[in-house]
């Protein structure tokens, strides 16, 4: 009896981390492919590439910096929080990660690209 209790327990508690994982944080616009288009235009925004060296190298939208995720709390350090910042990934998840740790880091102006470098195309 109590072992069910406990793996029941234990399963709130996964889908509980999971999705607070995948939600998006407050503040934080969702933008989609289209959008990011139109925003690369402007030379004031601050382009981040959340994703492993290697895939950034492999392929990457022009005009985005790499910044792995596991540095992007160093990079805040040098980001200038007045500047809006777009970030993405392979799917939009790390890149909603990075976006919440930015903005607990003090920054505002924050875009994570729903579905990320998936679904971008030139």
């Not at 209790?5 to 289209?34: D, E």
């Not at 382009?47 to 160093?74: C, S």
């Not at 799917?91 to 920054?107: D, I, P, W």
């Not at 729903?114 to 030139?122: A, F, K, L």
Request: with cysteine.
């Amino acid at each position: 009896m109590s072992f069910t209790i406990i793996n029941i327990v234990v399963t709130l508690l996964f889908v509980g981390f999971i999705f607070w994982k995948i939600v998006p944080a407050r503040g934080v616009r969702q933008i989609r492919t289209p959008e990011l288009k139109e925003l690369l235009q402007n030379k004031e925004i601050q382009f981040i590439d959340v994703r492993a060296p290697g895939m950034y190298q492999q392929y990457h939208v022009h005009g985005f910096t790499n910044v792995p995720l596991n540095e992007i709390r160093k990079a805040a350090k040098i980001l200038d929080q007045d500047k809006p910042v777009v970030v993405i990934c392979q799917t939009g998840m790390r890149s909603n990660e990075a976006c919440k740790r930015l903005k607990r880091r003090g920054f505002k102006k924050l875009a994570n690209v729903q579905g990320g470098i998936s679904t971008w195309e030139p």
